[in-house]
């Protein structure tokens, strides 16, 4: 994923957002695998919870995710409050995948792609990689009871390369 996610051994900067706060930490790449694994879902990743590295207090901890809206993997832990997200942008990377909105029960909304296969219809939440290139996150597992809406707005398929036999 054009080398966004920390190698493994790295750490993730994780934020669990729930209705009223959000967990922050880190969370081990050796444990959940690359962006790429878990947008692939290899192996599967149903995240009832998650180990962090609490941001406050440094203790290690094994967070719930039962009644959380998202996990966020971002940039910072700070964010930009002022930051307006791109809804149609040409610098995003391609992604093959289903490019779908989503809208959550408190009114944020968020583009991304996400893998077009089982998991956004059958599992308990999926993963999706923000289409925004400028905002924080970098890659968001969406846990569906938490959504308003959810619609598939386009396909996103790597472009073919064409060569031309003289």
Do not use: C
């Amino acid at each position: 994923m054009n080398g966004e996610g920390p190698e493994l051994g790295e750490s993730y900067r994780v934020v669990i957002r729930y209705e009223d706060h959000a967990v922050r930490g880190f969370a081990e790449a050796s444990e959940l695998g690359t962006f790429e694994q878990l947008l692939r879902n290899e192996p599967p990743s149903v995240l009832r919870s998650i180990r962090l590295r609490l941001v406050d207090t440094e203790t290690v901890e094994d967070i719930p995710t039962k009644n959380a809206k998202a996990i966020f993997f971002v940039k910072t832990f700070d964010g930009d409050l002022r930051h307006r997200a791109l809804h149609f942008h040409e610098n995003a990377p391609i992604v093959p995948g289903l490019w779908v909105r989503v809208s959550f029960h408190d009114g944020e909304v968020i583009e991304g792609i996400i893998s077009n296969g089982r998991d956004f219809v059958l599992e308990h939440g999926f993963f999706m990689m923000p289409t925004d290139p400028n905002g924080n996150n970098q890659l968001i597992y969406v846990l569906k009871d938490r959504l308003q809406d959810f619609h598939v707005l386009g396909m996103r398929n790597k472009p073919k390369i064409f060569s031309v036999s003289q």
